[in-house]
């Protein structure tokens, strides 16, 4: 629009020049009337046909199907897991299981009684004495021992120094101590058992003291495992 504004203006500046620059009439003898002062006739513009703005549809918003969340159900309450201390340990005492007392396959067997127990006990005591003095008296004056005699004496560990079922914990370990010391001084007296199983000899007067030592260390215990004995109910 402003640019037609200007194409007219500029017309019109040409129009008025044109008008302005013509040369003057001729005179004539005769008086002519006054010609018409020219004038700038200004016409009008040109409508021109301006295209109205259309009207431009405006998108509308097309229904958007919003979705309504349904009830969910609010989450149930979850059971949290607490720790819960746990005891102490409990100490337990497992009694570890008690050695086998030995006894030879001659052995008499007896049930257990505290009495009879402390009189095999002080059986032990008094047949070694009685032993190991007889073969000092070898030792220190000489002569011959007898076998009848040894066998007597050995057959009263093997056999006759009783054994015991079914013994309660409380008398065990004496009475396990008593089986050990018999089994022990049985074995002390070996080299006095070959003589006589061969039908008599001799043995050295070192292996009779070896044996005296050894018969007067199981006297010794024997009368300790009497004192402990002696306060078994």
């Known amino acids: 629009m402003r640019q037609l504004l200007v194409h007219i ?9 044109a008008c302005t620059m013509q040369a003057p009439a001729m005179q004539s003898a005769s008086p002519t009337p006054e010609a018409p002062t020219a004038t700038a006739t200004i016409e ?27 009830d969910t159900p609010s989450p149930t309450a979850t059971a949290t897991a607490t720790r819960t201390p746990l005891p102490p340990p409990t100490l337990t005492f497992t009694p570890s299981p008690r050695p086998e007392a030995p006894v030879f396959p001659q052995t008499i067997m007896h049930p257990y009684d505290s009495n009879d127990f402390r009189k095999e006990l002080a059986e032990l005591v008094s047949f070694n004495q009685k032993f190991v003095a007889s073969l000092q008296d070898l030792v220190n004056n000489g002569g011959t021992g007898s076998c009848n005699n040894f066998y007597s004496y050995r057959n ?5 120094q009783a054994g015991y079922n079914d013994v309660p914990d409380v008398a065990y370990n004496a009475y396990y101590q008593y089986r050990v010391l018999v089994h022990e001084a049985v074995g002390l ?9 061969a ?3 001799t043995i050295t007067i070192e292996q009779d003291l070896a044996i005296i030592a050894g018969l007067t260390s199981v006297i010794g215990r024997a009368q300790l495992v009497q004192a402990e004995a002696a306060a078994l109910p």
Do not use: N, Y
């Open 9 to 17: 203006l500029i017309a019109f500046s040409l129009v008025f020049s």
């Open 44 to 70: 009008p513009p040109t409508a021109t046909l301006t295209p109205a703005p259309t009207d431009t549809p405006t998108e509308q918003p097309t229904s958007t199907a919003t979705l309504i969340p349904s």
């Open 156 to 160: 009263e560990l093997i056999v006759s």
């Open 189 to 197: 007296v070996g080299p006095i058992t070959a003589v006589c199983d």
């Open 199 to 201: 039908g008599g000899g």
